[in-house]
């Protein structure tokens, strides 16, 4: 048999074909990225929150308009998942994730659900280091490439019936939280976190703001952090709370 010579293809022929090839490479479906580990990212959340070793935050709340106060000191202290808090010439507490306690006929006690600090807009409860287990079954609500929206009801007694915290999920913080009261659609208050700072490894907010929607109020928390590794003991347990802390006033400005 007479074989014919193959007979090259034209320069428009071998263009279409290319043309094709990148049509058919342009419309298969772009593989979806990954899906965000909910669990890993509140377990991020949870270990930048937490103090391996202890950390001191000295605190100067104000809150207005008209509240009953024009400036209150206070001591944040913070050892692993639990923070003392102390107000000058007032309430002292052991704020714990599943459990807050507050001196009472001097004795720990559990503290009243919704325990405030003076006139503000603060409650115990809002103080809580984070932990895996602080919400009941959280759900992302909302995801972007520089915030995570994580909703969920708390899972320990609460003034709360739902949470609504904005996460940044490159750094593991909590940047913003929704607190909703008595029914999912009741929006009373806003939590924002600002100017970060290290401790120890750790990611603090410098300043804390509570926008209060029922009473129209603002409280703020400015807090200067340090390490404290000179923390007594006593102060993370109960019977720390019946005796007197020890610690030292910085010098008001």
Request: charged share 25%; hydrophobic share 40%.
């Amino acid at each position: 048999m007479r074989r014919h010579p193959s007979v090259p293809q034209p320069a428009a022929t071998r263009a279409r074909g290319w043309t094709r090839l990148a049509f058919a490479l342009a419309v298969l479906p772009a593989r979806p990225a990954p899906a965000l580990d909910l669990s890993e990212l509140l377990a991020g959340v949870a270990t930048n929150e937490r103090f391996e070793a202890p950390a001191r935050a000295d605190v100067l709340l104000t809150c207005e308009p008209g509240c009953d106060t024009g400036g209150r000191r206070a001591i944040f202290l913070g050892k692993g998942d639990i923070l003392y808090v102390e107000v000058e010439g007032g309430l002292r507490a052991l704020v714990r994730p599943a459990e807050i306690l507050t001196l009472e006929g001097g004795k720990a006690v559990p503290a009243k659900v919704g325990t405030a600090i003076g006139d503000t807009d603060v409650l115990l409860e809002d103080l809580a280091p984070f932990t895996a287990d602080s919400l009941k079954l959280p759900q992302i609500s909302d995801e972007g490439t520089t915030e995570v929206v994580v909703t969920a009801a708390p899972s320990h007694p609460s003034s709360y019936v739902l949470i609504v915290h904005t996460i940044d999920p490159a750094q593991r913080l909590i940047v913003k939280t929704q607190y909703y009261r008595d029914w999912v659609g009741n929006l009373v208050k806003m939590r924002r976190a600002t100017d970060m700072v290290e401790v120890g490894g750790h990611r603090r907010p410098g300043t804390i703001t509570l926008e209060n929607f029922r009473r129209g109020t603002t409280t703020r928390l400015a807090l200067t952090w340090r390490a404290a590794p000179d923390a007594p003991a006593a102060l993370f347990e109960p019977g720390g709370l019946s005796r007197p802390s020890g610690l030292d006033w910085p010098d008001a400005k």
